[in-house]
């Protein structure tokens, strides 16, 4: 396993045999080396689609008979529709479903860095599927967490707007906090960006932090493949009136985490995302916004901008 | 200052707890004494189904509601988003 080799002849129609998607700024190349296995990327995965470049890590993809068994130790079960396993010095990721009992739909592989990975998708159940995305979610999403955690960035459980000015607002919340609301306010502005109303990665730069669009958007449906310097931070909470209160460092790194998806079985990654809060507290101001869900709140966002 | 442990959930008033770790230097007796703030434990609420991507998102979104919960008719009805 994870013996990769690119055989880029397999198929002569590039399209169907090689994507290039890019997230966060980190692109990321797969590629079929299967002549039964067309490939596709599926709903706002297309709009992160990128010209062929040098990828962070390329991941090759086939079908196979899989099996029950899975030899290595188990480090987490979601407790749903994926476990990870520690194999040889690699990582594997097991995606079953109740539907078809214990024999995995797909099995993703990973070296230790996340330079190379491997995906099998379960030959009966795909072989007549047409073309695949052989990334589907969680597995995309997965996959960049851990290719965040390798201290790269994190990201958030939150909506992000771009204003006129190229500046970043960060609206943080679990499910039910107002994330999509939040962004449908701001939408009928007209003149900000919507990066997404559900998840935004953040990256460090050299003296600033960068937040950056994602496939992974909620149910206003809302992405972009785009990124802005993050201004501020802003806790969601429903309330009766537009009020802003400021936060210490460690409410909001303690708040940032609790809406993040940590690695919890990789420790390095843990380490650096609970690092990186610190960094981030230290330099970007958090508030708790208790907000009315109408227009008012974009105003008084501004006026305490100013 | 070497930075050691996980010190988020600790909490001293306001204060991160690396400033309760630094190591005495020789400025440091110059400084007056701080007054002592008793640290707290505080818990993150977690939401579990969502910090794991345990749960399918909903159907509009790039993920398995559209691929293997419906070509391959995965179980998967949950919201995550």
């Known amino acids: 396993m994870i013996g990769l080799e690119i055989d880029s002849t397999i198929n002569t129609d590039r399209n169907a045999t090689r994507s290039f ?41 086939a079908l196979d008979d899989l099996s029950d068994d899975v030899n290595g130790e188990m ?46 998708l379960h030959r009966p159940y795909f072989a007549e599927a047409g073309a695949v995305y052989p990334l589907e979610y969680p597995l995309d999403e997965l996959l960049m967490l851990n290719l965040l955690a390798r201290g790269r960035g994190i990201e958030l459980h939150s909506c992000g707007i771009t204003d006129e000015a190229g500046e970043g607002f960060l609206f943080v919340g679990q499910s039910g ?63 009766t009136e537009n009020r802003l209160t400021r936060l210490g460092k460690v409410e909001a790194a303690a708040r940032l985490f609790s809406c993040s998806f940590p690695t919890f079985y990789n420790t390095d990654g843990l380490d650096f995302t609970l690092s990186f809060f610190d960094e981030m507290t230290s330099t970007v101001p958090c508030y708790e916004l208790s907000f009315i869900p109408d227009q008012s709140v974009v105003e008084f966002i501004r006026e305490n901008d100013r | 200052m070497k930075i050691t442990g996980q010190y988020y959930l600790l909490q001293a008033g306001d204060t991160d707890i690396r400033e309760l770790k630094m190591e005495k230097s020789s400025t440091d007796k110059d400084q ?27 159907g509009s979104t790039a993920g398995p509601a559209s691929s293997p919960c419906n070509a391959i008719a995965v179980g998967c009805s949950t919201a995550g988003s």
């Open chain 1, 75 to 120: 480090l987490f079960d979601s407790g749903s529709l994926w476990q990870v396993y520690r194999q040889n010095g690699n990582y594997l990721f097991r995606f079953t479903t109740p539907h078809f009992g214990n024999t995995p739909y797909k099995i993703a592989s990973f070296n230790q860095d996340f330079s190379i990975g491997e995906i099998r």
């Open chain 1, 177 to 239: 906090a107002g994330k999509t609301t939040t962004a449908r306010i701001w939408e009928k502005m007209g003149t900000v960006k919507i990066l997404s109303d559900d998840r935004i990665i953040v990256r460090r730069e050299v003296d600033a932090f960068r937040m950056y669009g994602t496939p992974w958007h909620g149910e206003g449906e809302l992405s972009a493949p785009s990124s802005a310097p993050l201004k501020r931070i802003f806790f969601l909470k429903h309330g």
């Open chain 2, 32 to 58: 007056p004494k701080k007054s002592y703030v008793k640290p707290r434990l505080r818990q993150v609420d977690l939401r579990p189904e969502e910090a794991v991507l345990g749960a399918c998102k909903t």
């Open chain 1, 21 to 61: 998607v890019s997230i966060g700024g980190i692109p990321i190349a797969t590629v079929s080396t299967d002549p039964q296995l067309s490939l596709k990327v599926e709903g706002a995965m297309n709009r992160f689609l990128v010209e062929e470049t040098e990828p962070d890590i390329t991941i090759s993809a």
